[in-house]
């Protein structure tokens, strides 16, 4: 019989619960099913006499279905009163939602009342100033009427004298008219006589113009042969200075020589150097040996 009661209660609470049955005992007790016991008012001792005597958990089953209900009693009694907690905290909070919906309400019926008031003195407002307009439009019309009475005079008064303009423009563009196509048939016949004084004047031009590209050929070939001439002159002129050149350098270098040589006989004469000096050398001697005999 107990060993049936441990395989039920083993399938029926988890592994880690369950530990090797003491060896005093016959039978062993899940540490979860101790904790309950333990928390029942009954004392273990007698819990233990019965098993040990009766061989049944019937008595402790029974007792752990009265501790559970307990508990589900005790969890259903915090439940609700968590419930009514939130309950009222909502009442509440619905309460001082309405009471500033009531006073938001007096006010807003208060702003309605001024509204409408202020609406009623608006509406005397833009009655009066309907008023005024109209009476302002009416005298803007006569005013406007006025001026355009006045505007049509003074565009008639125009309108006349524009018109008088006009003949009298017309009247001075058919004068200038006949006065330009006179002006025109002079200036055209006097077109035709420079065109023929022109004519005239370049005839004797292009004559001029070929007596005188003749006299100019004339003196290109008289500039050429004065070229020749003067080239030939230059060549003469040129040798003649080359001659000259030569000759003078040639008196210059017979100069330069004349005066070496003076310096030169002088020198040897001085020195008693040369030929010469031989020569009065040998005449003093032959004067020395005369004046001894």
Request: proline share 2%; aromatic share 4%; glycine share 2%.
């Amino acid at each position: 019989m107990s060993q049936v009661w441990y395989l039920e209660c083993k399938r029926s609470l988890p592994r880690a619960h369950w530990q090797r049955p003491p060896l005093h005992q016959g039978c062993y007790v899940s540490p979860h099913l101790q904790s309950r016991v333990v928390e029942h008012p009954i004392s273990t001792g007698q819990l233990h006499a019965q098993l040990i005597e009766e061989q049944d958990f019937s008595c402790l089953l029974q007792e752990v279905e009265e501790t559970d209900q307990a508990k589900n009693t005790e969890n259903a009694k915090r439940e609700a009163k968590r419930e009514l907690a939130s309950k009222t905290q909502t009442l509440h909070r619905q309460q001082l939602e309405l009471r500033e919906k009531t006073q938001n309400l007096k006010e807003m019926c208060k702003c309605a009342k001024r509204l409408s008031k202020q609406v009623d003195i608006q509406a005397l407002k833009i009655e009066k100033r309907k008023k005024l307009e109209e009476k302002l439009q009416e005298q803007q019309l006569k005013r406007t009427q006025f001026e355009t009475t006045k505007a049509e005079s003074d565009l008639e008064k125009k309108r006349e004298l524009l018109k008088d303009q006009l003949q009298q423009q017309a009247e001075v563009h058919e004068a200038k008219k006949k006065y330009l196509h006179y002006r025109h048939e002079e200036l055209q016949q006097l077109q035709l006589d420079w065109q023929q004084r022109t004519d005239m004047m370049l005839h004797d031009v292009e004559h001029q113009l070929n007596e005188v590209n003749c006299k100019r050929a004339i003196t290109l070939d008289k500039l050429a042969e004065l070229k020749r001439t003067f080239r030939e002159m230059e060549e003469v002129v040129l040798e003649d200075r080359k001659e000259q050149e030569k000759l003078r350098r040639q008196q210059e270098e017979n100069m330069a020589a004349t005066k070496i040589q003076a310096w030169w006989r002088g020198v040897m004469s001085r020195r008693g150097l040369g030929k010469k000096a031989d020569k009065k050398k040998g005449k003093k001697k032959g004067e020395g040996k005369k004046k001894k005999k």
